[in-house]
């Protein structure tokens, strides 16, 4: 009998232990299946819903398709040019005129050339949301300065389009497309809109270019008779809008100095041009002894080294000068930029003691008392140095513009929108978005004078701008599409 048990007992053992280590393996299979299949399915999911929700086909690979297109739609052969009231920018407008009706958006020309496309949103006659660029451009321009601001507002709209969301805004959302910001063709800045916020002078109707041809002429050689009575219902009524927004390219190396994609802009600096002429006395390079000369060159040189000295350390020159206070000279330091660009002589010739040099000015600052005393300070020193050097000097103010301030809670709706985005795309919480002046002009300085303005800078590489070398990086369009979307988020 005991044989038998112990017979049984053993393959009872047996087997038992057989069927541990079977279900021991089964487990552990089942786990190293289960574990492979979920995190297969798990990483699927978070990048499918992320990339679903974050749209990349229409803010990334849809709005870079466009720049693109947008990009070939020239007057010139072989670089981009799209002047005001050209044949090359009514293409574009047409162009984006469809965009704008793909995003669902009601589509008008006004009178001044300028596109808008409008979504009335759940109550139409609360204030309007205003967000544009330009669609002009300079000579031999890059494809993103102005067509990036236009192309992100109207994709982020799509995308609320998509998703049901559009018909919830809480109030009208209009994108404008400037005609006109550059102002190649009439050395006039902001045609557009400055017209829409009623600071256009009807002056500016008569404008010629360089053919003679006005800008009311223009208008009128494509259908848009302007005159002086509907120059001036162009202008909006600032109780009707909300206020205006513009996403831009930094034209600036900062973003990429930072490692950032968005900044948001604190204010467009003020802006101050000049021409100076310095007259002397002409005379032969090799018979005028040095110590006789009044030669207006070498005045110049020592004049635009002034500036330079004054706009690097306008402390050492202000601090003593009770115009400034503490905070004037340290916005002052950060971001007062001086500049020469173009200089002139007569005769211009390598053996001839010029008679008189002309060159330019151009000072910029965020704040408006310090721009003034620095320009105080350099017309003392430049009449200083011309005495001395016995030659006269002629100072012209060509261009005076105030700075502009971006509203304090616009910008934080910005801020917070670009922060959203980032996060989305990343997955991470993000260092704080950064702060940053503009020192070129933009749209949102005439439409200051309408309402609050707010404006969002995307990183361009090597800060290039103005050139075919410009370029943003196809990933920043997308968190510019994203962060438009994310402030969109703000009004429904
Ligand atoms: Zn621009």
């Given at each position: 009998m005991a044989v038998p048990f112990a017979k049984s007992h053993f393959l009872w053992s047996f087997l038992s232990i057989f069927l541990h280590i079977l279900a021991v393996f089964l487990l552990l299979l089942t786990t190293y299946v289960s574990a492979h299949t979920f995190s297969d399915i798990g990483s699927e999911d978070v990048d499918s819903s992320r990339r679903n929700d974050l749209y990349s086909e229409i803010l990334r690979d849809e709005a870079l398709a466009r720049l693109n297109e947008l990009g070939k739609v020239s007057d010139a052969d072989g670089y981009l040019e799209r002047t005001f009231m050209s044949a090359a920018s009514l293409r574009a407008g047409n162009l984006i005129r469809c965009w704008m009706e793909d995003a669902g958006l009601t589509t008008w020309f006004d009178h001044m050339g300028n596109l808008h496309g409008r979504f009335e949103g759940m109550n139409r006659s609360a204030e309007t949301l205003l967000i544009g660029s330009h669609l002009d451009t300079v000579v031999?321009?890059?494809?993103?300065?102005g067509s990036l601001g236009i192309i992100s507002a109207l994709s982020a709209l799509k995308v609320l389009k998509s998703n049901g969301m559009l018909a919830k805004l809480k109030r009208p959302v209009e994108v404008i497309a400037f005609s006109d910001e550059e102002g190649v063709r009439f050395q006039s800045t902001f045609l557009g809109s400055a017209a829409i916020a009623g600071i256009l002078p009807v002056s500016a109707l008569q404008i010629s270019d360089k053919s003679g041809v006005t800008v009311q002429d223009s208008l009128k050689e494509n259908?848009?008779?302007?005159?002086e009575e509907s120059l001036l219902q162009l202008k909006y009524d600032s109780k009707s809008v909300w206020g205006y927004v513009e996403v831009h390219i930094e034209q600036g190396p900062l973003l990429e100095w930072v490692g950032f994609p968005l900044g948001v802009v604190k204010g467009i600096a003020g802006q101050t041009r000049l021409k100076v002429v310095v007259k002397g006395s002409q005379g032969h390079a090799g018979t005028v002894p040095m110590s006789l000369r009044q030669d207006p060159m070498a005045a110049a040189a020592e004049l635009i080294v002034l500036l330079e000295r004054l706009c690097k350390n306008p402390k050492d020159f202000l601090s003593y000068d009770d115009q400034c206070n503490d905070s004037t000279i340290e916005s002052l330091s950060s971001s007062l930029v001086c500049t020469v660009g173009e200089i002139s002589t007569w005769p211009s010739a390598s053996n001839v003691i010029p008679g008189q040099v002309t060159f330019t000015v151009d000072i910029r600052a965020m704040d408006d008392m310090g721009r003034e005393a620095v320009l105080y300070e350099l017309s003392n020193q430049m009449y200083q140095i011309c005495d001395r050097r016995s030659v006269s000097c002629i100072v012209e103010s060509k261009h005076d513009a105030k700075a502009v301030v971006c509203d304090s809670e616009l910008s934080s709706q910005l801020k917070f929108a670009a922060n959203v985005a980032l996060k989305r795309m990343t997955g991470e919480i993000q260092d704080e978005v950064p702060i940053l002046m503009s020192g070129a002009g933009h749209d949102a300085m005439a439409m200051s004078h309408l309402s609050k303005v707010g404006m969002l800078f995307v990183r361009c590489r090597g800060g290039i701008s103005h050139s075919p070398a410009e370029h943003v990086l196809d990933d920043d369009v997308w968190a510019a599409g994203l962060a438009i979307v994310a402030f969109l988020e703000t009004h429904l």
């Open positions: 031999d321009a890059g494809i993103f300065d259908s848009l008779g302007i005159t």
